[in-house]
């Protein structure tokens, strides 16, 4: 039962985006309004469709075309980041989750301090231990990424 308050949903897509979304938005009863930008023919270029069937080609509008596609860009980074922030635990806990001694905290130490496993595995033993991994467990950790 939480409440919306929005006026404007922005659609990352086309006419079958923009309809899926409305007949969704209709389905829950939601009160905004949509709007759906696609790539136009160029990369250079986007077309805004709207839920009342208006299409406007915003490359006569550069100033909007310049705001829709930062909004847009935007909106994949920050999707991109969090899916590979996902990525990257699940690799992390995959590999090295059956290690007796590798915690939640240890586990998370090491997914803030090296970007994916092959920067693990480049550590030392040393430093792992520098950063609170037991040094027993240090090596059960390097030894398991030597044969994966």
Not at 3 to 13: C, E, N, P, R, Y
Not at 28 to 35: D, P, R
Not at 109 to 128: C, F, G, H, R, V
Not at 131 to 145: F, S, V
Request: aromatic share 10%; net charge positive; glycine share 6%.
């Amino acid at each position: 039962d939480e409440k919306i308050d929005t006026d404007l949903v922005l659609i990352d897509g086309g006419k079958g985006q923009l309809n899926l979304a409305k007949r969704l938005k209709n389905y829950f009863g939601l009160n905004f309004y949509l709007v759906a930008l696609a790539k136009g023919e160029t990369r250079k270029n986007a077309i805004l469709y709207t839920e009342d069937g208006k299409v406007l080609d915003l490359f006569n509008y550069p100033e909007l075309l310049k705001y829709f596609i930062s909004i847009r860009d935007e909106a994949h980074r920050f999707a991109k980041n969090y899916l590979w922030q996902k990525v990257k635990k699940l690799q992390f806990e995959d590999v090295l989750s059956d290690i007796k001694g590798l915690g939640k905290k240890r586990l998370l130490a090491l997914k803030n301090l090296y970007k994916n496993l092959y920067e693990l595995s480049q550590a030392s033993i040393q430093e792992l231990v520098n950063i609170g991994i037991p040094k027993n467990i240090a090596q059960k950790i390097l030894e398991k990424l030597k044969i994966e």
